[in-house]
C-alpha cells in the first residue's frame, strides 16, 4: 500500500511538462565569425574553405554545423573540421568524422588563414 502511494505522490510532483527553449541555426555574421576563430584555433594557413550550416547529428557537440576545410601549412594535407553551434553561439570545433559528413559538402571560400582577430569589446579595443 505504502508502494502505490509513494507512486501517486511522484506522479503530482511530475505533472508539469518540460518545454526546452528553441534552438536555431546561427545568423550568416555568426557562422563566418566562428569559421574564422575555429580555424585560427586549428592554426590553418592558406586558403581555408566553409560549407553551409546545417542540423548536426543528434550526439554532436551542437545542434548545427558547419564544415572548415584547409591545411597547417603549404605542404600538408588539406582536413576537414566540424564546426558546432547553438543558435549563434560558437559551441567547439573538431576533425570532422564519418558522422559529420563533411566530406560530401560543397564547400566555398572562406579567405586567407590565418584571420585577424576580432576587438576584444573587454579591453575597449
Known amino acids: 500500500m505504502f508502494v502505490v502511494l509513494a507512486c501517486f505522490v511522484l506522479t503530482a510532483c511530475s505533472s508539469s511538462v518540460y518545454n526546452p527553449p528553441p534552438v536555431s541555426a ?44 584547409g591545411a597547417e601549412s603549404a605542404t600538408a594535407p588539406r582536413r576537414t573540421y566540424a564546426v558546432f553551434f547553438k543558435n549563434n553561439d560558437y559551441v567547439a570545433a573538431r576533425m570532422s568524422v564519418m558522422i559529420n559528413s563533411c566530406e560530401a559538402q560543397p564547400f566555398t571560400p572562406l579567405g586567407t588563414g590565418p584571420f585577424p582577430s576580432p576587438p576584444d569589446k573587454a579591453k575597449g579595443k
Open 26 to 69: 546561427p545568423d550568416a555574421e555568426a557562422a563566418n565569425k566562428a569559421a574564422k576563430k575555429a580555424s585560427n584555433e586549428e592554426k590553418l594557413v592558406g586558403s581555408v574553405e566553409v560549407s553551409a550550416v546545417r542540423e548536426a547529428y543528434s550526439a554532436s557537440p551542437g545542434p548545427y554545423i558547419l564544415c572548415l576545410r
